[in-house]
């Protein structure tokens, strides 16, 4: 224990006994009748309990953030139960898919300028079909607790006020990802290649065929990852809200379907050995800091919320 | 460490509020201290407590219709017997509307920030920051910020693989500083009670500007000979969206996300032949310009001074 924290007990100490034992002037003949308009109020009078006790069903849109090669929207719900105002748990599931991911910037430079040779066929077999190698977010879903700290209201232009809260929540997510399926058995190597080169036209074209064939495959897996982040409801009824919302869930995935194992940036062998090691395998997967962004709109039952007195 | 310094705080709150306990049971508020709030008492309060309006603006209670009317019924408890616990009574006052916390007109405010880019995946623009407003009302101020990147920025491992995958030139910008003239609104304001305890007051606020960016290429493409220096270029609207949270009246917490716009010339993909070539510093740079948007993210805090102000119209 520190001379700080000594100093804080001692003079919590000195105060406490000063409170008992110094008897306080005229106190002991008083009667204290609280007779103003305040009289006896609580904190904060006639406050909507919009939480406790509730169910809430949220259908939510959101969009990845930060992305390097694929933007992911999601379309989900997220239902949850607070067993305090200040307290809940959610579930929720949110729906990506091919359908709803969009190529960055990078993917279509890749695809427009990329280079291919030898060296990096397992790479890039063919820099006109990269998007097919890209890791997508198929699904993400999870569990989380949710804690609301802050609940107050906000005014806009000084005109329209709503109720508004500020939560935060920590959980586990499940994300179901498409990464490029494993290549171990030589194929699309440099060493392959040149073989097939060497041998004539005709062994180079059925080579290279099954390296290009190579990017269409995808293996889908899931991955865990904690999940938090922080939102903000407003509430526009006694039982609807409308919520914005910052999720994380970093997690180890391939984004790219290349081969990363090997050399990092420092040009340092790493633990996976020399770069290249001509497999795409888990030893590719990069750390991601994987965030999005999310609009709901929150429904509460039952409809009507307790208001306190 | 910690735990020792829990348990020194709650031995400190428990000791406050037994002390404080002890005291409440001697506080006393009436009739006759409420007037003296607004200076027309002739008998001196026993416990010599004042309303909030008597400490902060010297407001009189006249005219403040709760506080009459709570005040009519205070009589009668006086006329109590003198034999045995004399009752006291409370009349408090509460007004219809509120002062607003922290008033910002006529104050400057100082902004010490730290900011990262959010958009850039080959380079993180991180920054140090400093701002400063002046507040020509409540919700409208003007002021100039500046944000120092060189030294601070680091390039990511996505700007090596993809250059090694795809045989990819990306080629990033280096910044070294950009500064903004400012306006500041503020549209959206309210409060938050934390476990119905304490209150915090925020605000939003949105700002617009006109500045410069201090940038160069970073040579990725043929770095044997070309090199750049830093150009400032013209950077416009600047547009930001930002938080701000109050902790006390002169000091707050903020989190703000801005936008950059300014054009930039990357480097040329194309080489020339020969030395002579591509030693010439005309062919270094793309002849047309690129739209860049430089996406900031920055916490920080603000400091108003003066550090106290005063209230124009009573409470």
């Not at chain 1, 105060?15 to 005229?26: C, K, N, S, V």
């Not at chain 1, 809200?241 to 790493?270: I, Q, Y």
């Not at chain 2, 002169?250 to 194309?270: C, D, G, I, Q, S």
């Not at chain 2, 993210?297 to 005063?310: E, H, L, N």
Request: net charge negative.
């Amino acid at each position: 224990m520190n001379t700080a924290s000594r100093w804080l007990i001692a003079l919590g100490l000195v105060l406490a006994t000063a409170g008992i034992l110094i008897d306080p002037p005229h106190a002991e003949a008083q009667e204290v009748q609280v007779t103003g308009p305040l009289a006896g109020a609580p904190a904060v009078r006639k406050m909507r309990i919009y939480r406790a006790g509730r169910f809430q069903i949220q259908p939510e849109f959101g969009a990845t953030l930060v992305d390097e090669f694929s933007r992911t929207l999601m379309i989900g719900a997220q239902i949850g139960y607070h067993f305090t105002d200040w307290l809940g748990v959610h579930a929720f599931f949110d729906y990506g898919g091919d359908l709803l991911s969009l190529n960055t910037d990078l993917t279509d430079q890749v695809e427009s300028t990329g280079q291919r040779t030898d060296n990096n066929a397992l790479s890039l077999p063919d820099p006109a079909g990269f998007d097919k190698q890209i890791g997508r977010i198929n699904f993400l879903t999870g569990i989380q607790a949710t804690f609301i700290p802050l609940r107050g209201k906000l005014a806009m232009f000084q005109a329209l006020f709503v109720d508004t809260d500020f939560y935060l929540f920590a959980g586990v997510a499940f994300a179901s990802v498409k990464e490029r399926a494993d290549i171990k058995d030589g194929t699309c190597t440099a060493a392959t290649l040149r073989r097939a080169r060497d041998m004539g036209a005709g062994a180079f074209d059925t080579a290279n065929r099954e390296c290009i064939a190579t990017q269409d495959q995808t293996a889908t897996r899931l991955a865990i990852a904690p999940t938090f982040g922080v939102g903000l409801s407003m509430y526009f009824t006694d039982y609807v809200a409308m919520t914005l919302e910052w999720r994380a869930f970093p997690f180890k995935w391939n984004t790219s379907g290349t081969d990363e194992g090997g050399m990092n940036k420092g040009r340092d062998p790493d633990k996976n050995g020399p770069f290249p090691d001509e497999q795409i395998d888990a030893s590719d997967r990069t750390s991601q800091f994987n965030q999005m962004f999310k609009l709901g709109f929150a429904f509460y039952l039952p409809y009507k919320g307790k208001i306190t007195k | 460490m910690t735990k020792s310094r829990i348990v020194a705080w709650l031995v400190l709150a428990l000791g406050t509020q037994v002390s404080a306990l002890a005291a409440a049971e001697d506080m006393s508020f009436d009739l006759e201290e409420t007037e003296k709030a607004g200076g027309e008492a002739k008998v001196e309060a026993e416990g010599g407590a004042e309303g909030e309006a008597g400490a902060e603006g010297g407001a009189s209670a006249e005219g403040d219709l709760i506080g009459d009317l709570a005040s009519e019924d205070a009589t009668q408890p006086n006329a109590a017997p003198d034999s045995g616990p004399k009752p006291t009574e409370v009349s408090e006052e509460i007004y219809a509307v509120q002062q607003v916390y922290a008033l910002r007109n006529n104050r400057i405010e100082l902004m010490p920030s730290f900011g990262f880019s959010l958009n850039d995946p080959f380079v993180s623009h991180n920054n140090v920051g400093v701002g400063l407003n002046y507040w020509i009302t409540n919700v409208l101020a003007v002021g100039a910020n500046m944000n120092w990147y060189q030294g601070l920025e680091s390039e990511s491992e996505l700007n090596f693989h993809v250059r090694r995958s795809a045989r990819l030139a990306t080629r990033p910008t280096e910044f070294q500083f950009g500064a903004s003239l400012n306006m500041t609104y503020v549209p959206v304001y309210g409060k938050f009670a934390m476990f119905e305890r304490y209150i915090f007051q925020w605000d939003a606020y949105l700002m617009g500007g006109i500045g410069i960016m201090k940038t160069r290429p970073v040579p990725v493409v043929d770095p044997t000979y070309r090199s750049f220096d830093y150009t400032y270029k013209l950077s416009i609207l600047n547009p930001a969206l930002g938080l701000r949270v109050f902790l006390t009246k002169w000091l707050t917490v903020f989190a703000e996300m801005r936008v950059y716009p300014y054009l930039e010339k990357l480097e040329n993909l194309r080489v020339g032949l020969g030395e002579e070539k591509r030693a010439n510093k005309k062919a270094w740079l793309d002849s047309s310009s690129t739209l860049v948007f430089n996406v900031v993210a920055s916490v920080g805090m603000t400091i108003y001074f003066p550090f106290t102000f005063d209230y124009k119209l009573p409470k």
